[in-house]
């Protein structure tokens, strides 16, 4: 009997389809090995020295494990492609003590797919301790910053926060956006539109001032309401004529394969999954066999999904979908895997509204179809035909000054046919060179320049990727963690702001701690991990060389930094327990006034909670504020609790439901609704 280990039931299900009776298939259920949770668990000083311990939740699969790997006459590793799945493979071989005689294998697949797991069974290979030796490093370091750093902040801050070090710069990238933003100023700037028809036609189109005596005008070139308006009166009698034309045919390729990045970005976009609900989708998609393995950087495609996408587009659109040969892409990302495949379907045949039926049933399964739907759209898409637009550029002159219109209209869908994007079409009537054009109205519009923008889960994995923090795997759990920990949030736009615990940690590290925060070390890391990964660093020298001036500079800010300088204000108020000062103290959640003479008083006490000038519906007698759950979660509630205990999860408005007159309530989704749940009434903000 030949025992075939995986890190998932699920995928060792969709794996046991495949192979005979000579096999079996179990699954270590994850990790079965990690570091200890009360300690650090790394002997600093000999080596690094990690200290593995067996979970409680891992021991009942290690005992089925162990008692299969007596039985069998070898036992194949197969857990994923990747550092993390390597790692899994060799804590199974170390704890079920799998030496040669047991015929211990690895193999490993980008998909799951019978042809595949046969593939990769008669191509076995060794352990790789190169990738072992990587996602150890990674794991000793961030446990190293975790455990070393987060006392730190308890003492000098709060109880309860935490450091990491890809979580920290993550906060940063938050808080320096929150940061540009405040200092933002607004800029004034005007243009100028035209609004013309041809003197046979009554069809409209505008055209933009864009140039003056031949020479650009910028966008922040007409600053003021005055300088418009001169321009306008410039331009009183002027005679509109057609000086040039320029028709073209305008050719846009279709975006490349899913990666791991890009996945997350889109499907943010287009369905609004986080990340780390995207990542659990497909994890559940690739081990049942529908896609290939997720976690990758790579814009990679095998031979044969290139000619099984070839076959598939001409049969079902037609040949002139299909661009005459196979689209390659490279990758753009920095120590991308290239051995890697990017993320597509493992059958092109199989289309998204054939997949419910081959889906078991539960709670993921119509994101499962959604998610898929994105991937086989994308991937199809990635190996059709350009789309083609006509375009068509126009110079209209009016005294010294040039006005421009374009126009655009789709000749080709091509790859659109499979995948839309947005574009905008724009008519334009046939004009001809001199040709003179009727003036309907002349329009100057003002503008304001605009901060940047707030992050979303898709543009603040765009970021990380760009500034090379972290790799595929580690982005849904970065940002699902800050956010746990409440160091960033999202507002109602669903995009992210700093709390202000975040802003202050990131200020302390920034001031203390630099190199923890500093974006190009970060990505110097990683990039030091990938040479391990090919077998050209040693880890010890890696680890030595960070952990010496980190320890040191550490030992030093304990001395140096203190509590009151941070997370303490004083303040005029009087403890009503004791007598002693109030002080406005920073815990986890935020600011509260707390006694100076703790511990022996430990009272504390709300900072002025936000009125939202709405009476209690309730008691008649207190007023609705802004609360805050233990965990800053917001919510809204009667001022006079625990007297009164009226509460909502939406922001309550002051007006009443025109149908049962209880309070109505503004969503996060700025709709408006009644509060009553047995009431149906809604309106538009």
């Not at 070393?148 to 935490?162: D, I, M, T």
């Not at 001199?434 to 002349?442: A, D, Q």
């Amino acid at each position: 009997m030949n025992l075939v280990i995986v890190e998932s039931p699920t995928k060792a299900k969709t794996i046991g389809k495949f192979l005979g009776p000579d096999f079996k298939v179990l699954s270590s259920f994850g990790h079965i090995r990690d570091l200890p949770k009360s300690e650090l668990g790394i002997d600093t000083e000999n080596d690094f020295t990690p200290k593995y311990v067996i979970p409680p939740k891992a021991r009942k699969a290690i005992k089925a494990l162990k008692i299969e790997a007596k039985k069998a006459d070898s036992i194949i590793l197969a857990t994923d492609e990747d550092r993390e799945g390597e790692a899994i493979a060799w804590h199974i071989a170390k704890v079920l003590d799998l030496d040669e005689e047991k015929k211990n294998q690895r193999i490993v697949f980008h998909e799951i797919t019978k042809t595949a797991i046969e593939e990769s069974l008669k191509n076995p290979r060794d352990l790789n301790m190169n990738l072992v030796n990587a996602q150890q490093t990674r794991r000793i370091l961030d446990r190293i910053v975790g455990y070393k750093l987060s006392p730190f902040l308890w003492k000098k801050v709060a109880r309860g926060l935490s450091a990491g070090r890809v979580q920290s710069v993550t906060v940063l990238l938050v808080v320096e956006r929150e940061k540009e933003i405040q200092k933002f100023v607004p800029q004034e700037y005007w243009d100028i539109t035209a609004l013309l028809t041809k003197k046979t036609e009554s069809l409209q189109f505008e055209a933009v001032l864009n140039k003056k005596a031949g020479k650009n005008i910028g966008k922040m070139d007409i600053k003021d309401e005055k300088e418009a308006d001169e321009i306008i009166k410039d331009l009183e009698k002027a005679e509109y004529a057609v000086t040039d034309i320029e028709k073209k045919e305008v050719n846009r390729n279709p975006l490349p394969p899913f990666t791991t990045s890009t996945l997350q970005q889109e499907a943010w976009k287009k369905l609004r999954f986080p990340a780390k609900f995207t990542m659990g989708v497909a994890q559940g998609l690739y081990e049942k066999g529908f896609i290939t393995y997720h976690r990758t950087d790579s814009l990679n495609l095998s031979e044969s999904a290139l000619f099984e996408a070839k076959d598939f587009i001409n049969s079902q659109y037609g040949k002139e979908y299909w661009p005459g040969s196979v689209r390659k892409f490279k990758t753009k990302s920095k120590g991308a895997q290239e051995a890697h495949e990017a993320i597509r379907p493992t059958s092109p045949n199989r289309a998204p509204d054939s997949i419910a039926k081959d889906l078991e049933k539960d709670k993921q399964m119509d994101a499962q179809i959604k998610l898929y739907d994105l991937i086989w759209r994308r991937f199809i898409a990635s190996q059709m035909s350009q789309a083609i637009f006509n375009s068509t550029t126009c110079d209209i002159d009016a005294k010294n000054y040039s006005f421009r219109t374009n126009g655009q209209t789709l000749k080709f869908d091509g790859f659109l046919k499979v995948y839309p994007i947005k574009f905008e079409e724009k008519e334009i009537p046939p004009l001809e060179k001199g040709e003179i054009l009727n003036l309907i109205e002349l329009s100057p519009n003002q503008h304001f320049t605009q901060p940047p923008a707030r992050y979303t889960e898709a543009s603040l994995i765009k970021a990380l990727e760009e500034n090379g923090i972290g790799r595929p795997s580690t982005y849904a759990p970065i940002i699902s963690t800050v956010q746990e920990r409440n160091y960033i949030e999202k507002n109602d736009q669903k995009r992210f702001q700093p709390t202000e615990i975040g802003t202050v940690v990131i200020n302390l590290l920034l001031e203390h701690f630099p190199q923890i925060v500093d974006i190009k070390f970060t990505a110097k890391m990683e990039e030091d991990f990938d040479t391990i990964a090919a077998g050209g660093y040693d880890l010890i020298l890696v680890l030595e060389k960070f952990y010496g001036p980190f320890a040191k500079n550490l030992k030093e800010k304990y001395e140096e930094v203190s509590k009151k300088d941070i997370a303490e204000e004083k303040t005029d108020k009087i403890c009503p327990k004791c007598g002693s000062p109030l002080i406005i103290k920073l815990g986890r959640f935020g600011k509260f006034y707390a006694c100076s003479g703790f511990p022996k008083c430990e009272y504390t006490e709300s900072l002025a909670e936000k009125d939202l000038g709405v009476a209690c519906p309730k008691c008649k007698e207190g007023k609705i504020v802004e609360k805050r759950t233990r965990k800053a979660k917001i919510f809204y509630g009667c001022n006079r609790y625990p007297k009164c205990d009226q509460a909502y999860w939406d922001k309550p408005i002051n007006k009443n439901c025109p149908k049962c007159s209880s309070l109505l309530v503004e969503t996060k989704s700025k709709k408006i609704k009644c509060s009553n749940k047995e009431c149906d009434y809604s309106e538009e903000k």
